[in-house]
């Protein structure tokens, strides 16, 4: 078992940057690959970023691409979501979640077996 815990949301202008973090607790966590999903209420949830458990390979939605980096410490179990130059349509809740699928791109939510509770991002225009 895994559990993931977010932090690092908040309000920030447009324009601005947060770093969100994911801490995961369980020894296998470097076995995992791990990606960033965001949600506003009444829409699915759509994915933002992932990255493969030897951080050899990452994953971006053409929403965020050169605007936001996922990077991941298998030292200290945690995944980070660095998010730049925000727009006021990032504004969303941020699930931190993990797949135990081997090999993919990691863009459908269907292939995480693990999931945090979110944390709230709003950016305002």
Excluded: H
Excluded at 48 to 57: F, M, R
């Amino acid at each position: 078992q895994v559990q993931l815990v977010e932090s690092g949301g908040g309000l920030v202008q447009a324009g601005g940057s947060l770093r969100l973090s994911c801490a995961a607790s369980g020894r296998t966590f470097r076995r995992y690959a791990m990606g960033w999903f965001r949600q506003v209420p009444g829409k699915e949830r759509e994915f933002v970023a992932s990255i493969t458990w030897s951080a050899g390979n990452t994953y971006y939605a053409d929403s965020v691409k050169g605007r936001f980096t996922i990077s991941r410490d298998n030292a200290k179990n945690s995944v980070y979501l660095q998010m730049n130059s925000l727009k006021p349509e990032d504004t969303a809740a941020y699930y931190c979640a993990g797949s135990m699928i081997y090999s993919g791109s990691y863009v459908s939510a269907l292939m995480y077996n693990y999931w945090g509770q979110g944390t709230q991002v709003t950016v305002s225009s």
